[in-house]
């Protein structure tokens, strides 16, 4: 098992949610490729996008609903400051996963996280695991009780 892998694993249980990881034999790492993976509907599928705070340099993470995209100036003034891309390495150095695997919980240091407020018109989404194949069913209330992320209307 990855050591992502078991940095999500371990934040799911130190939360008190009972782990249920699910490898995916096509692969996950778009919504659309973990929707059609794991059954359900592409707004299901809990996205973790990460931008770079133009002023702080760190990572920000916006937890979307699938089939949503992140609107770059709602989601800069929730932060505070303007958002740019995040690269590769600092994706990896702040959060300890790959781009295509970023889980929302079981990231290396803390990180300022938004949920948009569509995920809550399910009784389960999906998330990535830490890997590019594997996702784990959360309840959206749970899933912003571990990612510490505030809901807010951040998408176009």
């Keep these: 098992m990855s050591k992502s892998l078991k940095r999500v694993r371990a934040a799911?249980?130190?939360?008190g949610v009972a782990p249920d990881i699910l490898e995916m034999a096509e692969g996950t790492r778009?919504?659309?490729?973990?929707a059609r993976a794991a059954g359900?509907?592409?707004d299901q599928i809990a996205k973790s996008i990460i931008f770079r705070g133009a002023a702080s340099g760190e990572a920000l993470l916006f937890i979307?609903?699938?089939?949503?995209?992140?609107?770059a100036e709602k989601a800069g003034a929730l932060a505070g400051e303007t958002l740019g891309k995040a690269?590769?390495?600092l994706i990896r150095a702040q959060t300890g996963?790959?781009?295509?695997?970023?889980?929302?919980?079981?990231?290396?240091?803390?990180?300022r996280a938004w949920c948009d407020p569509?995920?809550?018109?399910?009784?389960?989404?999906?998330a990535a695991a830490g890997t590019p194949r594997h996702i784990f069913p959360i309840a959206p209330d749970d899933l912003l009780r571990l990612s510490g992320a505030q809901e807010a209307d951040f998408t176009r």
Excluded: K, S, W
Excluded at 97 to 106: E, L, N, R, S, T
């Design 64 to 71: 979307t609903a699938g089939g949503n995209q992140v609107c």
């Design 97 to 111: 996963f790959a781009i295509g695997g970023v889980a929302p919980v079981g990231h290396l240091t803390p990180i």
């Design 40 to 42: 359900c509907e592409i």
């Design 12 to 15: 799911l249980e130190a939360g």
């Design 118 to 126: 569509r995920l809550r018109g399910f009784a389960t989404v999906y």
């Design 87 to 89: 690269d590769a390495g």
């Design 30 to 34: 778009t919504a659309a490729d973990a």
